[in-house]
């Protein structure tokens, strides 16, 4: 493993993942020791309206992977109009390679708690939800915890720390479907229903939860509300880049040294990250890579200095998505990492419009054939034309993002898929595996 230069290290800005490594920081009396709630103090003496104004100026974009700006959307609730609105803290964090909302609930809950009580005041919700992966027991369990001291302490509950304000905080725990992690879907799933996506426009910040005005926001970009109430828009500006800004979580995995997450400045590039991760695994050198999590299109080792935010991946050819840049190597396989890929899209389609249910069905009964080495040419025409007809066709994203790993390697690496079809690499599943592929 080699140690990354000081100038790599520089990049590093530790700002949600601070007290991350501080023993006990999910407990609140070591929480307000670490300028814990020091920023809703200062937010209830504020104007709601002056709070969505600064949450505007910092430029922060949803962390939960379309990067929509966040100010813009708080603005959208429509004030005086008699209904309530809520808060919905979107912690489902189902994207494969995505591992940074986690371990922010679990090793430093109470910033997410702090960001949802100054959110809420800020669109004047008097409840708020934070919808939890089934999976994530461990996280739910600091999160209930850290509720209930929360509430123990009086900041949440009735007039908080004497402000007039209220607020009620539900943790409610999935039940493990990586669709309920789509705005809409989750807000059925939270209303009881079966989590299917919802028709959009109307957006969720007009008719929402119980058809109510209701922000939906991902944990990283709630926890991010009391820093920039606390070091102000333009501190914040000083990170990132003009319209990305701040820093962000990147979870590396896959053929590096040292995987975990590494918040750095938005704009940083693979090559740095790689070199924060101690370099590549011994033997192996980068073939493909993820910016953002399965559902963003493979870069490649051409990629190595792309700036990696919003608008530097889309350049690239990419989207920044969730920031899960999965690692693999001249020792991996694209075509094979494509169907398993595709495999879980199967499994997890919801079934509600045709073209993700039928194509993403067919496409990985075509990989299994490919991968059997009893693909044919004309295969390689049908995965593109099946694409085509999902992409920009479906209900939700899903179905979009299930095609971009095989559109993205059809076009960097469309030998390997013509070397099993050709008979220059080795069938990679076997007859048994291959029953129900043609
Ligand atoms: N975090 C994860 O685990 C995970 C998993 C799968 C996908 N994703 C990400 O999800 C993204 C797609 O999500 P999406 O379909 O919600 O994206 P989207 O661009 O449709 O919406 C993003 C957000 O902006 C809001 N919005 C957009 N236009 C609006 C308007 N005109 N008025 C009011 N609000 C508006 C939406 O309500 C939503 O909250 C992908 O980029 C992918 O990276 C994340
Ligand atoms: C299939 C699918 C799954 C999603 N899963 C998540 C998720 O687990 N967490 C998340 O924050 N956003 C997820 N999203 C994006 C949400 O729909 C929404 O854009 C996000 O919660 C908005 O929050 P933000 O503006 O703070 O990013 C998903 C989108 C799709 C299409
Ligand atoms: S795109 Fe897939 S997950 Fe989304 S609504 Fe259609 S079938 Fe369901």
Redesign the pocket.
């Given at each position: 493993m080699t140690a990354p230069r000081p100038e790599t290290l520089a990049k590093l800005t530790p700002v949600l993942t601070k007290r991350w490594l501080s023993p006990d920081a999910w407990r609140i009396g070591t929480y307000e020791k670490l300028d814990g709630y020091a920023a809703l103090r200062k937010a209830l003496k504020a104007h709601p309206d002056d709070l969505i104004q600064l949450i505007k100026d910092s430029g922060l974009r949803?962390?939960?992977?379309?990067g929509?700006p966040?100010g813009l959307?708080w603005g959208f609730i429509p004030q005086g109009d008699g209904k309530p609105h809520y808060l919905v803290v979107?912690a489902?964090?189902?994207?494969p390679g995505t591992c940074k909302d986690l371990p922010l609930m679990t090793h430093d809950p109470h910033s997410l708690v702090e960001g949802v009580i100054i959110a809420s005041y800020a669109i004047r919700a008097n409840r708020a939800y934070i919808y939890i992966r089934g999976e994530a027991v461990h996280a739910a369990r600091r999160l209930r915890n850290a509720v209930r001291e929360a509430y123990a302490k009086g900041y949440l509950g009735r007039n908080i720390q004497g402000s007039g304000f209220d607020l009620d905080l539900v943790v409610h725990s999935g039940a493990g479907a990586?669709?309920c992690?789509?705005?809409t879907a989750l807000l059925d799933s939270l209303e009881g229903f079966r989590g299917q996506p919802r028709l959009r426009p109307p957006f969720p910040a007009t008719h929402g939860l119980y058809a109510s005005p209701t922000v939906?926001?991902?944990?990283g970009?709630i926890a991010s509300v009391p820093y920039i109430v606390l070091g102000g828009a333009d501190w914040w500006k000083t990170m990132g880049t003009e319209k990305s800004s701040g820093p962000m979580i990147y979870s590396l995995s896959g053929r590096i040294a040292n995987p975990g997450q590494f918040e750095c400045s938005m704009g940083i590039t693979l090559r740095e990250l790689i070199e924060l991760a101690g370099g590549m695994q011994p033997g192996h050198n980068l073939k493909f890579w993820t910016p953002g999590g399965s559902s963003t299109p493979l870069l490649t080792a051409e990629h190595l200095d792309v700036p990696l935010d919003f608008e530097g991946v889309a350049a690239a050819g990419s989207i920044l998505g969730t920031t899960a840049t999965q690692i693999f190597s001249d020792q991996d396989c694209p075509v094979y990492a494509t169907y398993r890929w595709l495999e879980f899209y199967h499994h997890e389609s919801c079934g509600k419009c045709t073209p993700c249910r039928e194509g993403n069905y067919w496409m990985v009964r075509v990989y299994r054939r490919i991968l059997a080495g009893q693909g044919t040419h004309e295969d390689l025409d049908t995965l593109l034309d099946t694409c085509d007809n999902i992409l920009g066709r479906s209900f939700?994203?899903?179905g979009d993002?299930a095609t971009s790993s095989v559109t993205s390697s059809l076009k960097y690496f469309k030998q390997d898929y013509l070397d099993y079809i050709e008979g220059r690499t080795a069938p990679k599943l076997s007859e048994k595996q291959l029953v129900g592929a043609h």
């Open positions: 949803g962390r939960g992977g379309a929509f966040t959307k979107n489902d964090e189902g994207e990586y669709i992690g789509e705005e939906v926001n991902n944990v970009t939700c994203g899903l993002g």
